[in-house]
């Protein structure tokens, strides 16, 4: 499974939104025993600003500590003026397919 986190903000709230990051990284650091980082921070201009991109694979029964530490990273982001996230898990392919009652074809 990941945890995937998706974030939007104005460009002009681009350099507060890195300085909060910093300091919610140190607050909220990363934590392996949960979740492994596989997209730390992917970046890209839109129209409307920055959209941001963060997935994480979270390790077995580790669901809801992989949700509280991004729920508290989110929350403390959410202070930016026009700061606006989503957070949602995913399933790879061996644990989706059974969803569908079929199995993931060898690796």
Known sequence: MYIVAETWF???NA???GKLYLEMMNKYPDDRSI?????????RSIKDGIH?????SIKPG?????MDLLSNRMLM???????VY????TYDIVE????????APPE
């Not at 941001?52 to 994480?56: G, I, T």
């Not at 982001?77 to 700061?83: L, P, R, V």
């Open 15 to 17: 350099t507060k939104v």
């Open 35 to 43: 979740a492994k980082p596989i997209i730390q921070s992917s970046i």
């Open 10 to 12: 104005p460009a002009k």
């Open 52 to 56: 941001a991109l963060a997935v994480s």
């Open 62 to 66: 580790k669901v809801k500590e992989a």
């Open 86 to 89: 989503e957070i949602y898990i």
């Open 77 to 83: 982001m959410a202070s930016i003026e026009g700061y």
């Open 96 to 103: 989706a397919m059974p969803l569908v009652g079929l199995q």
